[in-house]
């Protein structure tokens, strides 16, 4: 039987005063025993903290089943509820508020867990304390703990994105100078001086040419930027590997007799490909003028490109400067530049293979390199090979 104890008390009345007091027991119940007057521990702890004699403990359980007022358990779905009003309390605490305001309001919520039972111990209803108080503590740990590390990794973003602007403002601060003072210097002693014709038209095609140095490096910049944040739409056009490495061959093979490197093409392979034609030309060009520009004079470059298990793999190899194992893991990262490169003289900006390496990814391929210091590098661009509509037709023609 769930006794509900009286906050009050029992009126309990002396032997000693009984002909003074006889009044307030007309019409009671009156309930007879002695009470231990030494200090042993033979009382009963009420819920109130109250020492309560046994005869007081008979006193209160007939109270309770003369009034009928039992003490009823909580339901199951009544300690569900608030337990969980307790987690989804945590949770939008902090993540609507940060910093000590959020931490008061969970110490609030915290103070309030406990004062339930007590409340509803009050009103006649036994709630269990060890659910709402446990719910309410591991929900305003875990959403603390929560929010403190996502505020932490999102302060690591915002110092890296702050990072990576900071460099991509050097990098156009430092890099478009240059051309940017050829076309200044040049139209200025076009305007100052008189000069042949032979002379003026040699400064219009320095400041033709600076100018498209200029335009190339913005638009580098903004390919970089629009593919890391996915911004950029790729088209989807059907070609051959073996055309775009035609293409790129015919573009690189002046700046190779430059520094008189051979370049040469094995047997192509007719495996096609799909997206954007454009881009996937200037990923593999860069990976050509990357060769050329750090491999030594009298050297050559090697071009393959291969079917092999339904991937179309379209390498470069060189036998450049080459990169040890540490370098190889930092190549894709936008601004890096191996010690080797920049120790070469070569001008780089270090975005380049960032760029090929996010075409390459949105086309569904990836990258894979092997290098070696001094002996060389390959880098191979791999992509999953569809099949052309000639081949298609032809699959037709031998089923028909």
């Not at 019409?27 to 819920?47: E, M, Q």
Request: glycine share 8%; net charge positive; hydrophobic share 40%.
């Amino acid at each position: 039987m769930l006794i509900r104890y009286l906050p009050s008390g029992i009126p309990m009345v002396s032997v000693s005063e009984l002909h003074q007091r006889a009044e307030i027991l007309r019409g009671k119940t009156v309930f007879l025993g002695v009470t231990a007057l030494s200090a042993a521990h033979d009382r009963l702890v009420n819920p109130y903290g109250q020492n309560v004699p046994g005869v007081a403990v008979h006193a209160h359980a007939f109270e309770t089943m003369a009034r009928g007022r039992f003490l009823t358990p909580a339901r199951d779905v009544t300690v569900l509820a608030l337990c969980a009003l307790f987690a989804a309390g945590a949770g939008l605490t902090f993540m609507l508020l940060s910093g000590w305001l959020g931490y008061a309001c969970g110490v609030i919520m915290l103070g309030v867990a406990h004062a339930v039972p007590i409340l509803f111990f009050r009103n006649g209803v036994l709630f269990p304390f060890f659910a709402p108080v446990s719910v309410a503590w591991l929900a305003t740990a875990g959403a603390a703990s929560f929010q403190y590390f996502f505020v932490r990794r999102q302060l690591r973003r915002s110092e890296s994105e702050k990072s990576r602007y900071q460099q991509a403002i050097h990098w156009a601060a430092h890099e478009m100078r240059t051309p940017l003072t050829a076309i200044q210097g040049s139209s200025e002693i076009m305007s100052r001086y008189a000069m042949s014709e032979e002379k003026r038209h040699q400064l219009s095609e320095m400041i033709n040419s600076e100018s498209k140095r200029l335009a190339r490096m913005i638009q580098t910049f903004l390919d970089v930027e629009r593919l890391t944040d996915g911004q950029m739409e790729l088209k989807r056009e059907s070609f051959t590997a073996s055309e775009i490495i035609d293409v790129c061959l015919k573009r690189v093979q002046p700046i190779a007799e430059r520094k008189k490197i051979s370049v040469s093409l094995g047997a192509p392979v007719d495996g096609t490909l799909t997206g954007d034609r454009e881009l996937m030309e200037y990923a593999f060009y860069n990976l050509l003028t990357n060769s050329v520009k750090y491999s030594p004079s009298g050297t050559e470059i090697r071009i393959t490109a291969e079917l092999h298990d339904g991937d179309v793999r379209m390498a470069v190899r060189d036998q450049g400067i080459g990169m040890d194992a540490k370098e190889l893991k930092n190549i894709f990262k936008k601004f890096y530049r191996t010690k080797r490169a920049e120790a070469s003289g070569e001008v780089g900006t270090g975005i380049g293979l960032s760029i090929v390496e996010q075409i390459v990814k949105h086309h569904g391929g990836r990258m894979e390199v092997i290098s070696e210091p001094g002996k060389g590098s390959c880098f191979t661009m791999v992509f999953k090979a569809h099949a052309s509509a000639s081949s298609n037709a032809e699959t037709a023609n031998r089923r028909g």
